[in-house]
């Protein structure tokens, strides 16, 4: 059931006779209003299409009231006035507006609901992909929009301030594209969250917070409902690579040979995206290896969001910084998902694809990370991530069966390029392998019941197919 600030002509705070309404909840089919006595006992009401047996008021005899130590006599007024009140409305008054239920939310950052449970099924699908409306993504190269550079068709170089690149031509672009019936315009045909359909409405969650941030999700929503080119938000989400820089120097990955420390994000970025806090949810840092900046490392343990509480910080990171000492500068902040880059199953394979430190140096690292999850939800998500390669084809289901045993999420990426010729999209065979243990870890995802992590493995898998069927063995992107 959610809470709600109204229920037909009932608002939390109202006046009744004998008491005042403190709290209102609605679900399909059903209704409970909280109301406060006279001398502060607290009564439940509750409301039902289809209830057992009628309830003690004429009015409306589908409200009834849960056993109270206060007297029949003080019940029954307040509820003699509810049910004045409410039959006119009766029962279409549990059909609560969706922007209600997201505002019912109120102030509670931990407070939640899926748009799955709010929209009807034709709104869920209404868009293949929500990222050009609530995200803003800074490519590694300059480019800007709503995601990674390797599936736009064509990167932007725009320069300004976040909420000019928000309403810039490269956004608006995708926001026309992803609104119209094939978003080919914009988007390559290789991204796996559009074959995949897992960035859409249905996989959205609302989140409670402060009155801005609930008033920008809802603006949002609405956004990608209309299709608005030029909707009147703020960015839910920016993603960033706080440098270039990496501490290790992985088979797939240049970051390690070519990056700097010498393009770190300065503070005044951090400063520019403190100014659209209000309506922001969350802060993603990418690399290089984003722990590797001091710079980024002094937000994680400052307090420049502090007037933001609904704001979550996510990084993807090889895991080297993140030492028990570090984690516990970082408790602060919000950490709502961290994604740790392992690509492999084992300590040798682990050395071998990553060329940083030993597996035995990192493993306390993630066991400190997962203590912290499990002792005060901070990070509140954790998933490890491989870029499926030649050189670690052959532990796919051995890495899902990792990430089973120490209870986060898995996810998989195809690599970019073909450094170290490391790519398995050149050649048919390797292909062929990755497909089929893309294909088990999805079917044992989906029966553990995680469908979100087996429709990614999909997406990627789907990705290999559809190359293949059109016989291209070459690397991507393309």
């Known amino acids: 059931m959610w809470s709600t600030p109204r229920l037909g002509p009932l608002t939390v705070g109202q006046a009744l006779p004998g008491g005042r309404v403190t709290a209102l909840g609605c679900a399909p089919g059903r209704a409970r209003v909280e109301v406060a006595l006279g001398d502060r006992a607290i009564v439940e009401f509750d409301l039902a299409a289809a209830p057992a047996r009628p309830g003690p008021f004429a009015a409306l005899p589908a409200l009834s009231y849960r056993r109270s130590a206060a007297s029949f006599a003080a019940v029954r007024a307040v509820g003699d006035a509810l049910a004045a009140a409410l039959a006119p409305a009766w029962p279409g008054v549990t059909a609560v507006a969706w922007p209600d239920v997201i505002d019912g939310l109120g102030d509670d950052v931990d407070a939640t609901v899926r748009l799955a449970d709010l929209l009807p099924a034709e709104a869920l699908a209404r868009r293949a992909c929500v990222a050009p409306w609530t995200r803003l993504e800074y490519g590694a190269r300059g480019q800007r929009g709503p995601c990674c550079a390797d599936f736009q068709v064509a990167p932007a170089d725009e320069v300004g301030a976040p909420l000019a690149l928000w309403h810039g031509p490269a956004m608006r672009g995708f926001r026309r594209a992803l609104a119209s019936p094939d978003p080919g315009a914009t988007c390559r045909a290789t991204c796996p969250r559009l074959v995949g359909r897992t960035d859409t409405l249905a996989a959205m969650v609302a989140r409670g917070g402060p009155a801005a941030f609930r008033a920008n999700q809802i603006a949002t929503i609405a956004a990608i409902l209309d299709g608005a080119e030029r909707p009147a938000t703020t960015p839910l989400e920016v993603v960033f690579p706080a440098t270039s820089f990496c ?112 597996w035995a140096r ?71 392998a990755a497909q089929a243990a893309l294909a088990a870890v999805a079917a044992r995802l989906r029966a553990r019941g995680r469908a979100h992590e087996a429709a990614r493995a999909d997406g990627e898998r789907a990705v290999l197919a559809s190359r293949r069927a059109r016989g291209l063995l070459r690397a991507l992107p393309d």
């Not at 992985?250 to 806090?277: K, N, Q, V, W």
């Not at 999850?373 to 990070?379: S, Y």
């Not at 796919?396 to 690599?415: C, G, K, N, S």
């Not at 970019?416 to 050649?427: A, G, K, V």
Request: charged letters at 20%.
């Open 362 to 432: 990192v493993r306390p690292n993630l066991d400190a990370l997962l203590a912290a999850h499990r002792a005060a939800r901070n990070p509140r998500a954790i998933t490890y991530s491989m870029v499926i390669l030649r050189a670690n084809l052959h532990e796919i289901e051995a890495f899902a069966a990792l990430a089973e045993a120490d209870d986060v999420a898995v996810r998989y990426m195809l690599p970019m390029q073909d450094r170290n010729r490391q790519s398995i999209l050149t050649d048919a065979a390797t292909m062929d």
């Open 247 to 358: 501490n290790y120097d992985c088979l797939m990955c240049s970051h390690g040979a070519t990056g700097t420390l010498a393009d770190e994000r300065p503070p005044a970025f951090y400063a520019a995206l403190a100014a659209i806090a209000p309506g922001l949810g969350r802060l993603e840092a990418l690399g290089g290896e984003p722990l590797a900046s001091p710079v980024f490392r002094a937000v994680l343990g400052g307090d420049a969001f502090a007037a933001a509480p609904q704001v979550e910080f996510a990084l993807t990171t090889n895991g080297s910084y993140l030492t028990p000492d570090e984690l516990a500068r970082y408790r602060r902040v919000r950490l709502g998902h961290v994604t740790v880059s392992l690509n492999a199953a084992t300590a040798a394979t682990y050395q071998a694809v990553n060329r940083g430190l030993a």
